[in-house]
Structures are given as C-alpha cells and as structure tokens.
C-alpha cells in the first residue's frame, strides 16, 4: 500500500472515530443538519445532550443567546473545564478526539429537546415538531406540550429568554385557540370531553395552566386559567396528570378564580 493510500486509509478511521466517539465517550447517533460534524472550524462548541448525542454548535451564536454561554466561553480559556456555581446540571470541558479540541457542554435535556431549542436560535425554519396553525390547532399534537415543557426547561436553564418568549407565545395561542373550540364540531380535531382524557380541550387547559406554573411564566398562568374557564368543572377528586407538577395552593388559587369568575 503507498504512503498516499495509507494516508487516506487512517484520514477515513480518524473521521469515523470522531462520528462515533468524543474523547472517551461513545455517542448514539448524530443530530439532524445542521449540528451534525459535516462543518467543524474553531468556533465549534459540542452541546452533548443527556443521551449522548452531539450538537455541532457556533459559539458566536451561543454567546448571542445567552449570558450564561458568554461565561463559560470566557472562562475556558486556558483550562480543561470549567465548574459553574449553582448549576450542578451543567459540565464544561474541553474535548479532544483526531486531534482537535472543542468546547464540550453536558446538558440535562434529552436530544429532541436540544434540536427544538438550537433550532429556534438559528437562521433555520421552525421545527415540523411545533408546527400547527393557532387559530384551528390543525396538526397539533398533545405530544407537543411535553416537548414544550422540556424546552422551557432548557431554556431557562441556560438563560435563553428568546426561547422562552417565543414558546410561552405559543402556549398562549393555544389557548386563545382552545375558547373557540366546540364539542361536536366535526371539522375541529380536539374534543371537550373529560379532563382525564389528556388529549381532550380541558385536560389541554388544565396542563396550560399547570405549564405556566411549573416555569414560572405569569402570562401563561393567567391565559391558562382563562382557558379552562371555557369547559366544565373537573371533578378534584379524581388523578389528573396535568396538574401533577404543582402545589396546593396554584390548585387552589385556580379553583378561585373559576368560581369568582361564575
């Protein structure tokens, strides 16, 4: 075999190791385009998401988003990683795999939590997976809210006020969409039925209102509440997974406003 060939041979491995393995950790799979490793310059920071998956990442992009990202960036230079007060979740280090070195960001958040969340920084179109016309809820999936939930998760973790504001708008257009709703209407794919149902209208209202709980988001809670004002009584005795994720007394205060608002 010529030099030449062997070259390449090794170029190959070397590019194949580094689709399957940064540093000593093995990876699942690759991200969608554009945060697989098809471009890879020295600005390029890896967000690893919970399950292993690598997001090929800008860190001028980064920075823009978020003030969090801004320190970290600043305060990698010239170390191996980075420990970050009051955030436990997070691991900054730096990676090396074919002989390169990279920022690398362990995030607490599955990868298709990741994806929705890079995608809504990015100069990209809007995700297929939160798309659905506010006005009918036409194509939308109950599925969505827990995917919005884990994305405002994420985004108030690593500070990404732009996110939150463009989900928290969406919820709120799901809710203004939900007081148009009529049971029986066989045009409109949601029904009223029962709040255990949680893909029915006013299991839908009650988890709006509970999702603007959970993050602390005063405009939701208050057009959740809203919502729920549309369809009938739930009856408290009963185990409804919407409102799994909130105290007391953001139950009680909901059970006020229903009655106060008859």
Known sequence: ESPTEENETSSEADDMDFHTRIGSTALTRQAAHPFDASFFDSDTVIIRSSDNVPFFTNEKILSLSSSLFRDIFSRIRGVREVELEGYPDLHVSIGCSCDQEFIVI???????????????????????????????????????????????????????????????????????????????DESNPIRIDTPDDPSCASAIALRLYALGCQHHLPLLISAGARATLHFPAYDAHSHLSALDHISGSQLFRLQAFRRNAV
């Open 106 to 184: 362990d995030i607490p958040a599955r990868s298709e939590v990741v994806d929705v969340l890079l995608r809504l920084l990015y100069p990209v179109p809007i995700p297929d997976s939160i798309k659905f016309e506010p006005s009918t809820l036409k194509n939308f999936d109950c599925s969505y809210l827990d995917l919005a939930s884990g994305v405002l998760e994420c985004a108030r973790l690593l500070k990404m006020k732009r996110v939150t504001d463009y989900v928290t708008e969406k919820l709120r257009d799901i809710c203004k969409a939900l007081r148009c709703i009529v049971d029986g």
